[in-house]
């Protein structure tokens, strides 16, 4: 089965730690996405990759870090910089070419900060 | 810049058909889609539509693109419980784009 899978599903931290959240994909999709929803704000995106070895800052990438060394894996990191980081975040992958379009979205990590 | 805007709330009777609008204000916008997020699970791409097309139709949903007014509507017949969800309108210029959301439609459904 092809999907995009995300964990831990749920994630504690201390304030003042880093914590690293996991995407991996096997749709052997070109582009990644990560992607913080908050309740009544809808989706904002943090970091994009569109190919391996690159990424991109989105509109709230502040506090936040990504690498893409492997096509199949996008971690995110969040960082003690972030300053509010209790939140659902959401990773999306997507494929340029042939008849797929659209993002596809993992089950999503809720993280709270204790 | 880039804008997709929808309201926030919608409730239906069940075995009604639903309609849910959205509005975007980017005209190259090339690439519609309308999302479905159940409570706290990702989302799931339900349709899209190019901007070429006006209707698309896929079993209990229709989707119309009203390219002029830059409208964009879902709707779905007769609605189940199983249609209770946030909906979310979006768009993007070029395939390879980021994605531009709406802050979502809560669709309630009444017994």
């Known amino acids: 089965d092809g999907g995009i899978t995300q964990s831990p599903k749920y994630l504690f931290r201390k304030e003042g730690q880093n914590v690293t959240l996991s995407c991996e994909q096997n749709?052997?999709?070109?582009?990644m996405y990560w992607y913080r929803q908050d309740p009544g704000q809808g989706l904002r995106l943090i970091y994009y990759s569109q190919i391996v070895n690159d990424f991109q800052k989105g509109d709230i990438a502040e506090g936040y870090s990504v690498s893409r060394e492997k096509k199949e894996s996008f971690p995110l990191t969040v960082t003690s910089a972030q300053k509010n980081p209790t939140a659902f975040y959401l990773c999306?992958?997507?494929?340029?070419?042939?008849?797929?379009?659209?993002?596809?979205f993992g089950p999503g990590t809720r993280l709270t900060v204790l | 810049g880039e804008d997709v805007e929808q309201s926030l709330f919608l409730s239906v009777r069940e075995g009604d058909s639903s309609v849910i609008n959205c509005t975007y204000t980017?005209?190259?916008?090339?690439?519609l889609y309308w999302y479905k997020q159940e409570p706290g699970a990702g989302l799931q791409l339900l349709t899209y539509i190019f901007s070429n097309m006006d209707m698309k139709q896929d079993q209990r949903l229709t989707v119309l693109l009203n390219k002029k007014d830059k409208h964009l509507s879902l709707r779905i017949a007769d609605t189940q419980t199983g249609d209770s969800a946030i909906y979310f309108c979006?768009?993007?210029?070029?395939?390879?784009?980021?994605?531009?959301f709406g802050k979502g439609t809560r669709l309630h459904i009444l017994p």
């Open positions: 749709l052997n999709h070109d582009a």
């Open positions: 999306a992958s997507s494929v340029n070419s042939g008849n797929d379009h659209g993002q596809f």
């Open positions: 979006a768009e993007s210029i070029h395939r390879d784009d980021k994605i531009i």
């Open positions: 980017d005209s190259s916008s090339t690439y």
